[in-house]
């Protein structure tokens, strides 16, 4: 297997992965919350590695910056499900929101300037670095200013489709990668 072909699949797993999980595991009961977000952790950490692989393409500041934006905001928002996940007392979700709010903006906020660095290369058409960068910089806005009383009424209406629109992104950036020339 080619690398292009591995990090294509990297980043369609990236942006499925944690969705099949949540909806195919969690949601219809198959596995409990705990199993559910531990699975999911492991198709989530194949958005860093398809961002790392990337940069043995092309070198750009805001790639490599954007790269370590997203491990820190992903590491700290898996912390944050591990925490809702463990159902340790009645604080456990208030806790979970507060890491988890803050990390995914963060992990948000990291694509966006990997977008700014794609935008510079031509890993990807430029439409496609700038929907990247476009749909992330929304996600990571609506997440960073909105309240945590506030997401936590209104989180699914808002973060839900702005979570798929970025995962679509990532599928797309999967399909071009794979189809990309020598």
């Known amino acids: 297997m080619t690398a292009k072909m591995m990090n294509g699949i990297l980043f369609i797993i990236a942006g499925l992965g944690s969705i099949a999980v949540y909806m195919v595991l969690g949601e219809t009961g198959l596995l409990g919350t705990a199993h559910t977000e531990k699975i999911a952790a492991y198709a989530l950490v194949t958005i860093p590695l398809a961002f790392m692989m990337t940069r043995n393409v092309a070198r750009n500041p805001f790639i490599d910056t954007g790269l370590l934006i997203i491990v820190v905001g992903l590491t700290m928002g898996l912390v ?57 910089l929304v996600t990571f806005a609506s997440i960073a200013i909105s309240s945590p009383e506030f997401l936590s009424n209104n989180g699914e209406s808002i973060v839900i489709p702005l979570w798929m629109l970025n995962s679509l992104v990532l599928v797309i950036l999967g399909i071009f990668t794979m189809r990309r020339a020598e």
């Open 80 to 136: 944050g499900d591990a925490i809702n996940s463990t159902e340790i007392s009645a604080e456990s979700d208030l806790i979970a929101e507060a890491v988890g709010m803050t990390a995914w903006s963060i992990m948000y906020l990291g694509y966006f300037i990997t977008g700014i660095g794609y935008l510079q290369t031509n890993l990807f058409p430029k439409w496609l670095s700038g929907l990247l960068s476009v749909v992330s």
